[in-house]
């Protein structure tokens, strides 16, 4: 397998290195059985998180991989930087590039920005998270929960439900799965599902086709407030129209569906508060994997050589 040197979307892997960097995941996940939960893999080398936007679990959840891998971890806050007193992304990373960085994981408000980053240094780039466009790590955890859960990814159902069109996780996680062999339905508000003749994704009304659709999983998106001018919806009716109710749990439960969702969770919105709390409700066993996933992202790219 060639040398990979960043990981921008899904689309650029080969079959080869998903399913490379979703066995190796495996073996990683078994470091946290440890009582020593490290490695040395990537001793002596050097791990930036660069966030332009908010994370609570993808910024921790790749630093505690860089950790566990032995690597020096260095985190770039927004807040406190010359960002604030108007310095260009190029600036902040011919500065940051000369304190020599191994792999530079970045996440940005506008789609795009980690690949301008990526063609302009040696370091590893690793998108986590750009615009409505992409989030590789997000589908690879995702990826790994579901085989975990099942064994296998190939013919398991998920409908992915909610604002389809602003999410870069519905993007990279519905190419992920279907990649594996899985299917993919989507469900949401009208104006926020693109036409399956564009996805060829087949879209489903609501929740009563849902459940006749019999899915393995369903995959509630955040609401993102953020990227939407103005609501689009009240609380309470997003939740009675594509939340996970506590009559919708029953049937969900009855029909031994999984509940997954990227985080933050809205409670009340996209899951009552018992659906955290649901037997299958797959929510914190992604933020774990999360973490072997991205391990092992780091462990599969390889930075350019300084001349
Ligand atoms: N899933 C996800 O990207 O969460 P954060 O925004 O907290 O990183």
């Not at 191994?102 to 063609?119: C, L, T």
Request: hydrophobic share 40%.
């Amino acid at each position: 397998m060639k040398p990979r040197k960043d990981l921008l979307t899904i689309e650029s892997l080969s079959d080869e290195e998903i399913h490379t960097i979703l066995d190796s995941a495996v073996a990683m996940k078994e470091i946290f059985t440890k009582s020593v939960k490290k490695v040395p893999t990537l001793r002596g080398k050097s791990v930036l998180t660069l966030f332009y936007e908010p994370s609570t679990r993808t910024r921790s959840s790749f630093e505690v991989a860089a950790h566990r891998l032995s690597a020096d971890v260095t985190t770039f806050t927004l807040s406190t930087s010359s960002v604030v007193k108007g310095e260009s992304v190029h600036d902040t990373i011919d500065t940051l590039m000369s304190m020599k960085m191994d792999y530079i994981i970045v996440r940005h408000k506008n789609s795009g920005i980690p690949a301008v980053i990526a063609r302009h240094c040696h370091a590893s780039v690793i998108n986590a998270g750009d615009g409505a466009h992409a989030h590789p790590s997000q589908a690879f955890l995702d990826a790994f929960t579901i085989r975990e859960k099942y064994g296998e990814v190939v013919n398991k159902r998920v409908v992915v439900i909610g604002d389809i069109l602003h999410s870069r996780v519905a993007r990279s996680t519905s190419v992920i799965l279907r990649r594996l062999g899985a299917q993919v339905a989507y469900m949401g508000p009208g104006s926020l599902v693109p036409p399956s003749s564009h996805t060829g994704i087949p879209r489903l009304r609501d929740w009563d086709e849902i459940f006749a659709w019999k899915p393995d999983v369903i995959y509630l998106l955040r609401v993102q407030n953020e990227r939407i001018e103005s609501p689009f919806f009240p609380v309470a009716d997003y939740h009675h129209a594509y939340g996970v109710t506590e009559e919708r749990l029953r049937r969900i439960d009855a029909q031994d569906i999984s509940i997954m969702h990227p985080g933050p969770v809205n409670r009340g919105v996209e899951l009552c508060d018992a659906a955290m709390d649901y037997r299958n409700c797959l929510v914190c066993n992604q933020v774990e994997n999360g973490i072997a996933a991205r391990m092992s992202i780091l462990y599969h790219l390889t930075p350019a050589t300084l001349s």
